[in-house]
């Protein structure tokens, strides 16, 4: 049994060891990382979850973005398992509500980077972002895209531009 709930700021220091573990301390080098530099996670869609003992077992964020000429739009990312938690669904789950959450909230797409055979089965997929970059090096072939709301990318072309609200200050952005 999962329990998925906002993130609070008592999770941070499990939340970061999570992503330290999970991708390493290079993961703040990564493009994605630079439309979270500095920035506060979008608005009621950031997650963790918990063990059934209150443990921090995943973590689950979305940023506001400008996706080119389609407009406002989310980019998900991380998404981590603590190692002994995976393949229990856990990132099922946390999809899945984040996904939905969004969705309430009136968000219309959510873009990230990547496995296209892990995300693929929320329907991320590469055709929908095939004329959007990203302002630094990427692997096209995991930069993918959702739409929560049918066409809300058709046809979007160009930069992919941070656009979240500034944190007052960087201890701020770890705590959010």
């Known amino acids: 049994m999962v329990t998925i709930r906002a993130e609070i700021s008592a999770d941070v220091t499990a939340r970061e060891a999570l992503l330290d573990r999970a991708f390493g301390r290079s993961r703040q080098r990564k493009t994605s990382q630079r439309f979270r530099d500095d920035r506060m996670p979008a608005e009621g869609l950031a997650f963790t979850a918990l063990s059934k003992s209150g443990r921090v077992i995943g973590t689950l964020r979305m940023w506001n ?13 991380p998404l981590a398992v603590d190692g002994r938690y995976q393949r229990r669904g856990v990132g099922r789950e946390l999809m899945t509500h984040a996904l939905n959450m969004a969705k309430v909230l009136g968000h219309t797409s959510v873009l990230l980077v990547g496995d296209e055979p892990y995300y693929s089965r929320f329907g991320f997929a590469r055709n929908l ?48």
């Open 129 to 176: 972002v095939a004329d959007l970059h990203l302002p630094g090096p990427v692997d096209r072939d995991r930069f993918l895209g959702v739409e929560l709301v049918p066409s809300a990318l058709d046809g979007a072309e160009g930069l992919v531009m941070a656009s979240g609200a500034l944190a007052p200050n960087t201890d701020e952005v770890i705590a959010a």
């Open 65 to 77: 973005v400008i996706a080119g000429s389609a407009g406002p739009a989310l980019l998900l990312g």
